[in-house]
């Protein structure tokens, strides 16, 4: 990008530009960014869609309980019926995961599922074929569309409350969908790749000061390629407002992200910082290439 052109992402599409929180409903225990990027990042949310698991509630009964004369009585079968994720408060041997009752994309409840592994956070799993659930130990889940994918890797379910949520290590709570989705980003550079399978580095939008592991759509595109979210790209790519990528044929397009100490970008393209100045001390060499 030569002269004094600026480069803006484009938030008309599908999302705010650079860092800006508004539009997305995400909080963590962070304080916010402010200013455009000369680089402007276009798309969603990365955490719109996460952990979808379609499941109504069983009447069944799970097991037989003694009352005090020593008669039995049924316990009903806590599957489906609605908990807190970051509370936990399902019975022992189950616990809660998002979930979609409503049958349309994303996700929009808390369900109870029996624990059937043991599966840590970044450890691949699995989804159950027929009934929800996954291989992810108490406190963890499996994202389902991810596991449609065959790419999922467990996720820390955060702790704590939605004003004050908690992660372990340097991860960061992002809470979505309303209260449903409470899952523990861990954070990353984009240069780095080393977000664990099924995961990608996105911009956190609510410290609009640093990138987390998040979801990696299905399909991801490259360089050029058109894109309609932050996570339909290749890890270590940006979605980029199609007038400064190179051969875009749409509203916006996949872009890489590069090193403003040793800048090396697609011919046609420069080296740019990903957010303008000051940039927190962690994004200080970080760039995205455009024209």
Do not use: R
Not at 142 to 159: H, K, M, R, V, Y
Request: hydrophobic content about 25%.
């Amino acid at each position: 990008m030569g002269g004094d052109s600026s480069t803006t992402f484009d938030s008309a599409t599908s999302g705010p530009p650079a860092f800006d929180s508004s539009g997305a409903d995400e909080t963590v225990g962070m304080g916010g960014g402010s200013g455009s990027s000369d680089s402007g990042l276009a798309g969603s949310s990365e955490t719109g869609d996460v952990g979808s698991t379609t499941h109504q509630s069983d009447t069944t009964t799970s097991e037989n309980e003694t009352d005090g004369f020593g008669t039995t009585e049924d316990v009903p079968d806590p599957t489906g019926s609605a908990c807190s994720q970051l509370a936990q408060d399902c019975p022992d041997g189950f616990k809660c995961i998002p979930a979609d009752l409503d049958g349309t994309p994303g996700v929009d409840s808390s369900i109870c599922v029996a624990v059937q592994g043991n599966g840590q956070p970044g450890d691949p799993c699995t989804c159950g074929a027929e009934e929800p659930g996954d291989d992810c130990a108490l406190g963890s889940y499996c994202d389902a569309n991810l596991c449609a994918s065959g790419t999922a890797s467990c996720q820390e379910i955060c702790t704590g409350t939605l004003d004050d949520p908690s992660c372990s290590g340097n991860a960061l709570c992002a809470v979505t969908n309303d209260g449903h989705t409470t899952v523990c980003e861990p954070e990353c550079y984009p240069l780095d790749l080393d977000c664990s399978p099924g995961l990608m580095c996105l911009p956190h939008f609510a410290s609009g000061e640093t990138f987390t592991c998040g979801p990696q759509a299905p399909m991801p595109a490259g360089q050029g390629e058109t894109c309609g979210s932050f996570n339909s790209c290749l890890d270590g790519y940006a979605c980029a407002a199609g007038t400064v990528v190179q051969g875009c044929e749409g509203a916006s397009c996949c872009t890489a992200y590069c090193d403003l100490a040793n800048p090396q970008c697609p011919e046609g393209h420069s080296c740019q910082p990903v957010l303008p100045p000051p940039l927190p001390p962690a994004l200080v060499d970080l760039g995205v290439c455009v024209l």
